[in-house]
Every structure is written in C-alpha cells, then in structure tokens.
C-alpha cells in the first residue's frame, strides 16, 4: 500500500501516522522546489517549511520521482562547482569543556553535544541528530565494514582532512561531521536533499548525476533522514 520508504514509520506510528507522514514529506519536497530560485537560501528553506502549517493541495510530482528526476536532470543553479573547502584546523576538545565523557558518553551528553556544535556552525541540530541516528544509532563507536568510524561515520580520509586525529572520540567526531555536513549545505546552496546525499555518496557522485545519484542506499538515506528530520 505505501513506498518501502515508510514501511519502518508503520509499527511506530500507526498506519495513520505513517500515512499523514508521507504526505508531509511529499509536500516538503515538492515546495521545496517550488521556491528553488529564491535568493535566499535561508529563506527559501523557510517558505519551504512554513508552507505546509495549512493544508494545501498539490499536483505536482511526488517525491520519489523527485529523487528519480533530480539524477537526470540538472538542479537549476544548486551545482554551484564551487571547490569543496573545509577547514583542517585541528578541533579543540577544550571547547566543549567537561560536559562529555569521551569514553563513554551519555546520550543526553551526545545529544547536547550535539546542540553546542550544530550552533556554532550554523547547522539545525535536529537535522544532524537524524543523520547521525540514520548513521550509527548514536552509538559513538561505531565502525561499519568500508571503514566509517563514529557517531557521523567519518571515513579516516575524510576525518584527517577535516582535522579529527581520532574519529572515535565523540567530540571530534561530532566537530569534523557537522563541519563536512555544513560544508555540502554551503556547495548546494543550502539544498538539504543534496547535502544529505553528497555526505553519503560524496559530492563527486551529486556532480556526476546533478542532483542525487540513482544508487537505492542514497536515496533511501535521503528519505529516512528526512523523514525523521520533519
């Protein structure tokens, strides 16, 4: 009866739930698009969300085919080209002072990590908490079978560039992957769809295809992320 992408929401919300969450993330998308050529990304963002406080009726493509059509079609003005620039400043746990045990964090510690980071890099923590939860589980030592390490799943390459000597400290690990989220949020102008799969297929497949690639694990991502993220 519905798409596999909320076959998971159905024995936690109730198949009513899950079906007027669906609906949801289908008008999110589709008005997000709707305002793509705004000036303002910030903005556009926020229209994007504002729009769905009434209840308004949509013809437009739902979101499924927005994913299929954004890996063969260009993204308007989103693929900015721009060259990838984070910086490798090594991260100073000093910053977040004692809150967290880095051994064994708590997860109220996580989550409010989490908070103090997102906000220093001008990055919605709700957004990054559902990534993370897609990622690990908020398990800050997780390792998966290609390599990722942490809490974000920072390749050991892509940890070194962003100035994390250990990835499975939870400090660094939260500092280098909301400072590599942030900086896909910067490339695509603010494209949160976009952002969530160059962080997962990595911005050179997002190029490739202009806009998000046809692999299943990528778009899956995307939308369970989404999903938890509205």
Not at 75 to 87: D, E, H, M, Q, Y
Not at 146 to 160: D, H, I, N, R
């Amino acid at each position: 009866m519905f798409s596999s992408m909320i076959q998971n929401l159905l024995s936690s919300g109730g198949q009513a739930q899950a079906a007027q969450r669906y609906v949801e993330l289908n008008r999110y998308v589709d008005n997000f698009n709707k305002q793509i050529k705004a000036q303002n990304p910030a903005d556009m963002m926020q229209q994007g969300i504002n729009s769905m406080d009434g209840v308004q009726p949509y013809n437009g493509p739902s979101f499924d085919n927005v994913l299929k059509a954004s890996a063969k079609t260009p993204f308007g003005s989103l693929l900015t080209g721009k060259a990838l620039n984070v910086n490798a400043q090594r991260i100073n746990e000093a910053d977040y002072g004692s809150e967290v045990n880095t051994d064994t964090p708590s997860k109220n510690q996580i989550l409010n990590l989490v908070t103090s980071v997102s906000r220093k890099h001008g990055v919605d923590d709700k957004l990054v908490k559902a990534l993370i939860k897609q990622e690990s589980g908020f398990n800050p030592k997780a390792k998966s079978h290609a390599g990722a390490l942490g809490l974000m799943q920072l390749m050991p390459s892509t940890a070194k560039g962003l100035g994390v000597t250990d990835p499975l400290n939870p400090v660094q690990n939260v500092e280098g992957g909301v400072k590599y989220l942030k900086s896909m949020l910067d490339r695509y102008n603010g494209n949160i769809i976009l952002a969530l799969a160059a962080y997962n297929a990595g911005p050179g497949a997002v190029d490739k295809y202009s806009g998000v690639p046809p692999y299943k694990e990528t778009q899956n991502y995307v939308k369970n992320i989404l999903s938890d993220y509205l």
